[in-house]
Structure formats: C-alpha cells, structure tokens
C-alpha cells in the first residue's frame, strides 16, 4: 500500500527534491520542557529526537550558520493566545514564565542564537525570523523540534511561502505519536519541503564547515 501510493505521488509530480542552498540557517522550533516533562499535558516523549536535535545543533555551531531557537510564552490571562489557546487548552502551561516553556537541556541558546517568541504555529507569523532571514541572506532553512504535525509543519511551509528551501531533518522533528508524525512527513516531503536524514544534513554541515577553514587560510609568504 505505501509503495502503491509512493509511485501514485511519484507519476504526478509530486516530491521532486529542492536541494541544499549555499547559505543555510537551522530554526530548533520549541524544544521546551513542556514536550518532555511526564507530568505536562503536552508531553510527546521525543527523548530521542533530543538526541538527534542536540547533534543537529553541534554541527550547525562548528559550521557558524545562524541559529534561531523558537519557544511559546503569553502574557498572565492569556490574552495574546487567541484562537490557538481556544483550541488547544493545553498551550496554557505557557502562561506567564512556566518552567515548562524553558529550553530542553542540551538546546539552551547561545549568546549569538536568536530566540524567536510566538504565540502561534508558525515561527514566522507576527514575528521577525523572516526579516532577518532576509537579511542573512539565507537561502535554506534547516528544520528541527517539535511536533511534527504542529508547529513544525506550520513552520516549514511558511519557510517555503517565504522563498527559503526547508529541509526538515527527519531524525531532529518530533511528535507524541508515530501516525501524525509519519503522515505530516510524507505530506511535506510531497509538496512543501525537502525531507532529509539527519547524517546527510550533518555531512552538509561538515563540507560548509571545510570550506570555510579552506577559504580562511592564508597564504604562505613567498620569500
């Protein structure tokens, strides 16, 4: 049956592989505490996509590509949540400075990282990621966190509207059930986005690194 309906997408043009771009920045979208904390009610048990984000994120670091980390957060009352909150009432252990929205160890940002706050799936809706997107002039945007179904699909389509190739690295995004996490994959490796394994976008990573150094070293003094 999934062969059956590979070939179906395949025949109609569906899934036709992006590519990586020369200027790359990888967005880690809420990795907080909430997703793995037992006792929070959006709990997805995605240790092991922590894992694979922390490693995804080492070599975005030794590679020196920009890193935006997205997180939650609403103001006490919950005003700002609008909609999202009325649907998802679960997204209400946002509020205020809940130690459920702090990062995941292993994910904090670093000095250099930029923390894109929202309120909603997208980590580009009301904010400034693709302003300054933009002005990196980044032409790829690496996509690791979670879910799979939420907040990173959203995430990667936006991408994709926006003019940037995502790439969302398989082993890196997550959900609270293998169903809707397998079902967004395929959907967006369809028609919206590149999805790739984690070693190949870390050896992506490693050849821009070596690159870099080539391109930094100076040249002997001919004497």
Request: one cysteine or more; proline letters at 5%.
């Amino acid at each position: 049956m999934a062969e059956d309906l590979d070939k179906d997408y395949d025949s109609a043009g569906f899934g036709r592989r992006l590519g990586f771009g020369r200027r790359p920045a990888l967005v880690v979208v809420d990795f907080v505490r909430a997703y793995l904390e037992p006792g929070s009610p959006l709990y997805a048990g995605v240790e092991d996509t922590l894992l694979c984000a922390r490693e995804l994120l080492v070599a975005a670091r030794a590679a020196a590509i920009p890193v935006f980390h997205t997180n939650v957060r609403y103001t006490p009352g919950l005003r700002d949540g609008g909609v999202f909150v009325r649907k998802v009432e679960a997204l209400k252990v946002f509020e205020g400075d809940s130690p459920l929205g702090e990062f995941a160890e292993g994910l904090t940002p670093a000095a250099t990282e930029a923390v894109i706050t929202k309120q909603y799936p997208s980590a580009f809706f009301g904010t400034s990621l693709a302003s300054s997107l933009t002005s990196l002039r980044v032409d790829t945007v690496l996509v690791a966190g979670v879910t799979t179904s939420g907040c990173v699909r959203a995430t990667a389509l936006d991408a994709m509207q926006h003019g940037f190739v995502p790439v969302v690295v398989r082993e890196a995004v997550g959900d609270r059930d293998v169903r809707p996490h397998e079902a967004n994959l395929f959907d967006l490796g369809a028609k919206y986005a590149d999805v790739v394994a984690l070693a190949e976008v870390v050896d992506y990573l490693r050849a821009l690194e070596d690159g870099r150094r080539v391109q930094g070293r100076q040249p002997r003094r001919q004497t």
